[in-house]
T-cell receptor
Framework: NAGVTQTPKFQVLKTGQSMTLQCAQDMNHNSMYWYRQDPGMGLRLIYYSASEGTTDKGEVPNGYNVSRLNKREFSLRLESAAPSQTSVYFC???????????FGPGTRLTVL | KQEVTQIPAALSVPEGENLVLNCSFTDSAIYNLQWFRQDPGKGLTSLLLIQSSQREQTSGRLNASLDKSSGRSTLYIAASQPGDSATYLCAGGGTSYGKLTFGQGTILTVHP
């Protein structure tokens, strides 16, 4: 049981490049989330998926898109990366009816 | 909009001391309150979850309380150890979708 896994662990992009951050969970959880963590700002919700087939915006969705590929996988895409998107990105999941969220190890992204 | 504040921002204590970390939130219509631990460069580990109908939860040397009327939660750590050194984050859940609003964390250092 791997829990929540994220790939890649580290990534460096140039301004304007695109990339997709992958997240998968093997706990049969219904809800999945993407957060970003920045110094002095704490963790902020980017997008979430309450259940398979649904996605919704969080606090800071601009510049991102998401896809809930199936119940296990929830990806985050940066179409045209900007230096302001340099951050640590965390994926989390939760079983509906049980509120505890479980987090992945994070992806450290630098945009030059 | 829910806002979560953690005080102090940093705390240094000698080994063996009992300590309290504080978390305050602005919206008393909180769905749940979750405490996490984060080690440097790592993801978040869930410590305790308190549902809105509960007043406290305990796990080993940790005890978390929730007082919705005053907008406060506390994390009590008994007999602290150097291995407890980490950043502690609290997060308030505002809806049944599990969206969390995070505080900025308290950096705890326990020195031998």
């Amino acid at each position: 049981n791997a829990g929540v896994t994220q790939t890649p662990k580290f990534q460096v992009l140039k301004t304007g490049q695109s990339m997709t951050l992958q997240c998968a969970q093997d706990m049969n959880h219904n809800s999945m989330y993407w957060y970003r963590q920045d110094p002095g700002m704490g963790l902020r919700l980017i997008y979430y998926s309450a259940s398979e087939g649904t996605t919704d915006k969080g606090e800071v969705p601009n510049g991102y898109n998401v896809s809930r590929l199936n119940k296990r996988e929830f990806s985050l895409r940066l179409e045209s990366a900007a230096p302001s998107q340099t951050s640590v990105y965390f994926c989390a999941s939760r079983l509906a009816g049980v509120s505890e969220q479980f987090f992945g190890p994070g992806t450290r992204l630098t945009v030059l | 909009k829910q806002e979560v504040t953690q005080i102090p921002a940093a705390l240094s204590v000698p080994e063996g001391e009992n300590l309290v970390l504080n978390c305050s939130f602005t919206d008393s219509a909180i769905y749940n309150l979750q405490w996490f631990r984060q080690d440097p460069g790592k993801g978040l580990t869930s410590l305790l979850l308190i549902q809105s109908s509960q007043r406290e939860q305990t796990s080993g040397r940790l005890n978390a309380s929730l007082d919705k009327s005053s907008g406060r939660s506390t994390l009590y750590i008994a007999a602290s150890q150097p291995g407890d050194s980490a950043t502690y984050l609290c997060a308030g859940g505002g809806t049944s979708y599990g969206k969390l609003t995070f505080g900025q964390g308290t950096i705890l250092t326990v020195h031998p």
